[in-house]
């Protein structure tokens, strides 16, 4: 899946970014091997790609920012992935999360409510290879036509999990999510146990960009 832009330099700036995840406590090996094949650089505009694979957050227009890799391999390893699991991402922004999802053999269904963002990404996405199901909509809707969800992930703060989201969810099923309203949130993990029954556990500080209602037109 990797573009033929990317170089031996791009891939061995890769390796040394998966060990740097290593340190900070990233273990499994399946998420480390999926951003070892996705070519970050590409998602980036020309002024970052001297740091694209530095474990820092860049913007990527429209007011929203790339993550950084160690909060991607975090939350991609908090899902607790397996192959073909049907996972609905709230917030596609340039996509390398998208990426690393469909690199693990995820398949992937992605919301972005910024449309100029939505349209460069799936175009980008799709000239590296990478097949996922794209919507322009709004992320505390969710996907109810396409539900329910084997794993869903918020790549957005949100002041609460959105019940339209915790209904998407299969029984069996986790969501990753961002909780909070100020500078920095709280990571959740929330796994549904039955149709009424969820199961709640916070897991560290975090900043991300705030999770909006409705589409930007």
Not at 15 to 39: F, H, S, W, Y
């Amino acid at each position: 899946m990797i573009d033929r832009i990317d170089t031996f330099l791009h891939k061995g700036k890769r390796k040394k970014l998966v060990d740097l995840l290593r340190q900070k406590g990233c273990t499994d090996e399946q998420v480390l091997a999926a951003i070892n094949e996705v070519p970050r650089h590409t998602f980036l505009d020309s002024a970052f790609l001297n740091f694209a694979y530095d474990d820092e957050a860049f913007p990527i227009g429209e007011g929203q920012t790339i993550s950084h890799p160690s909060t991607v391999a975090f939350q991609t390893q908090l899902l607790a992935l397996k192959k073909n699991d049907k996972v609905l991402e709230i917030g596609t922004g340039c996509g390398y999360q998208t990426a690393v999802l469909l690199e693990m053999g995820a398949k992937v269904f992605t919301i972005e409510r910024q449309q100029k963002l939505y349209e460069k990404t799936k175009l980008h996405l799709s000239s590296l290879g990478y097949n996922a199901r794209f919507f322009y909509g709004d992320g505390y809707e969710g996907l109810p036509h396409y539900a329910p969800f084997n794993k869903i992930i918020v790549t957005a703060a949100a002041p609460y999990p959105p019940d339209a989201l915790l209904k998407q969810m299969a029984i069996g099923g986790t969501m990753v999510i961002p909780i909070g309203k100020g500078a920095e949130q709280i990571m959740n993990i929330i796994q549904k146990k039955s149709e009424t029954l969820f199961e709640r556990s916070e897991l560290g500080k975090y900043k991300f960009v705030p999770m909006l209602k409705d589409k930007s037109r």
